[in-house]
């Protein structure tokens, strides 16, 4: 372990510490539930900064160098040196063409995720509800922004799924679900001569190999949408997965954008989506809850695009 690596190490083992966010040698903030604070900066010689960078992504087996100076990995808190049965999920930018300064972005994750009542609040219907559309194999996408609890509701859920076989796929491994038989696949970088990388459009096509009762998508992005689509739309039902957006309503919107980018019309995205997808739930942080905010249905409007309409049921609560 490199020497200048404690500093950091510190600050991960803060009481109440969710996120930890280097700057460089100008500035260090962490989260401790109550939003972002500035702290006494840990490194303050960019070299011993970059080491510890370096040092932390190849705890993952991953590589952070000049040829590749952007990395995003899972770690346990043994891999870092920590007690505890943590995990942190470290991304980190080399000192590079694309960032004067090597910059270093860590969250935290405890393996006691909160359940689907916490989301819920005091809404007690809301909570039965979840539990229910778990229990009907409805398929879902969970919105909502960075930080929101997404991936710890999606979790949370397929918790509920007890005695099925859950595949889920991820950039990094960060869904944590307790349910006896959850296997995760991650993607993998290309290696410096740029080989070897497993995309999460390909991992999508493996897992529907590998026999799933449900099947998870962490943060839908690019192509592998359209995989997934189609998956759900030829009988795997029970799915979830995360997309980033401000609201339910925009959920609409950053569907469209990713299939047009992946080569799919307007409309048949749209079409796709609509037959595919049951709910979309969307999360918000207030503070230090994390809280479903909306429930909506994905529906076809008259023109054939995608829109998104309140849940009935759940009238008056959200």
């Given amino acids: 372990m490199p020497v200048n690596i404690q500093p950091i190490l510190t600050l991960l083992e803060t009481p109440g510490v969710t996120d930890v966010l280097v700057n460089g040698t100008l500035s260090c ?11 006494e900066k840990p ?16 705890q993952a087996d991953r590589h952070l160098d000049f040829a590749n ?18 995990t942190f999920r470290v991304h980190a930018v080399l000192a590079s063409a694309s960032s004067p300064n090597t910059l270093i972005s860590i969250r935290r994750h405890e393996p006691a995720r909160l359940g689907v ?20 194999r409805e398929n ?33 491994s960060e869904i944590s679900c307790e349910n006896g038989h959850f296997i995760t696949l991650q993607c993998r970088q290309a290696n410096t001569e740029g080989k070897g990388e497993i995309s999460l459009d390909r991992l999508v096509r493996e897992a529907l190999r590998m026999r799933p009762d449900r099947l998870l998508m962490g943060e839908i992005r690019g192509p592998e949408l359209l995989t997934f689509l ?9 799915a979830g997965g995360t997309i980033h957006a401000n609201n339910a309503a925009a959920v609409a919107n950053r569907l469209a954008t990713i299939g047009l980018q992946s080569g799919w019309s307007g409309r048949a995205v749209a079409a796709s989506a609509a037959e595919a997808i049951d709910w979309v739930i969307h999360v ?12 909506s249905k994905l529906v076809l409007n008259r023109r054939g695009a995608l829109e998104l309409k309140p849940c009935a049921e759940l009238h008056g609560l959200l």
């Fill in 284 to 295: 918000e942080r207030r503070g230090a809850e994390r809280l479903v905010t909306e429930v």
């Fill in 69 to 86: 100076p952007i990395a995003d990995c899972v770690v346990s808190a043994g891999e870092l040196g920590l007690s505890g049965s943590a």
């Fill in 230 to 238: 189609s998956a759900l739309n030829t009988g795997h039902r029970g």
């Fill in 117 to 136: 009542e916490s989301f819920a609040g005091d809404r007690l219907e809301l909570s039965i509800w979840l539990q229910q559309m778990i229990e009907r």
């Fill in 29 to 39: 903030f962490v989260d401790c539930g109550g939003g972002l604070k500035p702290v």
């Fill in 43 to 58: 490194f303050a010689d960019a070299a011993q900064l970059a080491e510890s960078a370096r040092w932390m992504i190849a």
């Fill in 140 to 172: 879902f996408l969970i919105s909502g922004a960075t930080g929101a609890g997404k991936t710890t509701l999606l979790g949370s859920l397929m918790s509920l799924a007890r005695g099925q076989r859950v595949i889920a796929v991820e950039e990094v």
